[in-house]
């Protein structure tokens, strides 16, 4: 028979408790962002990550911008010129024909609009990083914005529309939104037919060629490359695109919050809450000992106050906890939710509110508090 390997052997016996194990002290230095920002001849800053793990380049252009752009009456053109840079083609290819040239690249592309940015992107191979970005570019400068596409894109919203309020989630959403920003600011705007029907090739294009320039966009590459040789890619692809203005900040809403109770009816066995208010700012000199406090308070999952006492302790719903986002050119919002059959939502929305007090009012356990700190 064939002795067993000399490692195996002497392989080092297993501790008997899981708390006898010991690791090595983890080792980490927070990385500057100055080694990794590099400006262009045009001003563009650029921030590269190069790693050698895998033969893959990504590329990402983050835009200000977004729905906060949108007119009152064109609510939806951020995110449909998004889509149609991307599904409409260029000047010169087609729709179909540039998602052909992507598929045999394996390029995954990516362009879309949120509230207060838009972005676009690319994930390829090393070798089709240059073809990859060709396109891209083509994309953006050079839309062709294909009618049957807008078309397809326009049913496709107006569908969504009709289904909005087939779950309770989306109806949840808005209706806070409107109470909390107030029903003119873009955070609480929704699409309607008219507004979508009504969102015509020029105004893409003019929107597109406003918002993606040089002059609005940070840019950040990570991936298998030398630096030199990725700025001076970068160099030569965005010289000739014309640099255009910073989009301004976004609007601060308006409308006061007005405190009470907002409630919609609608035929389902489960009662869906949310909880809170506008929160702070990121820079609050009290934004880090808020993201703990609400670690410690709903924020945690199990190991959380609210997941504990309503889910835990009484049984009264799947999912309980709260979140803590703090806007950048506005307050954000706190807001504390859970779903819970019908019958014992006012029990639930009891124990959370005993909840806020307990921690307004009482020092959190030192116990407690290393625990938060440890999750982040």
């Known amino acids: ?16 408790r899981p708390e006898q194990i010991t690791f090595k002290p983890l080792a980490f230095s927070a990385p500057k962002a100055s080694d990794y920002r590099h400006v262009l001849s045009n001003g563009i800053v650029v921030y590269m990550a190069p ?37 409409g083609g260029t000047e010169s290819l087609a729709p179909a024909e540039l998602d052909e040239k992507l598929d045999f690249l394996a390029t995954e592309v990516s362009i879309g609009a949120r509230g207060t940015s838009c972005s676009a992107s690319i994930d390829c191979l090393k070798a089709n990083f240059d073809e990859s970005l060709s396109l891209l570019m083509d994309m953006l400068r050079r839309p062709r914005l294909d009618d049957a596409k807008r078309k397809i894109a326009v049913d496709d919203m107006i569908e969504q529309m009709k289904q909005r309020n087939d779950d309770a989630d989306p109806i949840l959403g808005r209706e806070w939104n409107m109470a909390l920003y107030g029903e003119d600011h ?24 406003r918002v993606f320039n040089p002059g609005n966009m940070i840019v950040s590459v990570s991936g298998d490359f030398e630096p030199k040789a990725m700025l001076a890619k970068l160099e030569a692809a965005f010289s000739t695109w014309p640099k255009g203005e910073r989009m301004p900040e976004p609007p601060a809403p308006t409308a006061e919050m007005k405190p009470g109770v907002y409630h919609v009816e609608k035929e389902i066995p489960q009662g869906k809450v949310y909880i809170g208010r506008r929160s702070i700012t990121r820079d609050d000199p009290d934004y880090f000992a808020a993201l703990v406090m609400n670690e410690i308070l709903g924020g945690g999952g199990f190991t959380s106050r609210i997941m504990k006492t309503v889910r835990s302790d009484e049984g009264l719903a799947y999912s309980a906890g709260s979140s803590l986002d703090a806007g950048v050119w506005y307050p954000g919002e706190f807001r504390a939710g859970f779903q819970s059959k019908n019958p014992t939502v006012a029990l639930a929305i009891k124990l959370i509110e ?14 407690e508090l290393a625990v938060a700190k440890q999750s982040f």
């Open 1 to 16: 028979c064939l002795a067993a390997p000399a490692a195996a052997q002497k392989a080092p016996a297993l501790p008997k």
């Open 51 to 87: 790693s050698s793990e895998l033969p893959l380049v990504e590329l990402s252009l983050t835009f200000r911008g977004g729905d906060y752009l949108e007119p009152a009456d064109k609510v939806g053109l951020a995110g449909m010129t998004a889509a149609m840079l991307r599904t």
């Open 186 to 209: 873009f955070e609480a705007r929704e699409p309607t037919e008219a507004s979508v029907r009504g969102i015509t090739r020029a105004d893409m294009a003019a929107y597109a060629a």
């Open 354 to 367: 005993n909840e806020f007090e307990k921690i307004r009012t009482t020092e959190v356990g030192a116990e």
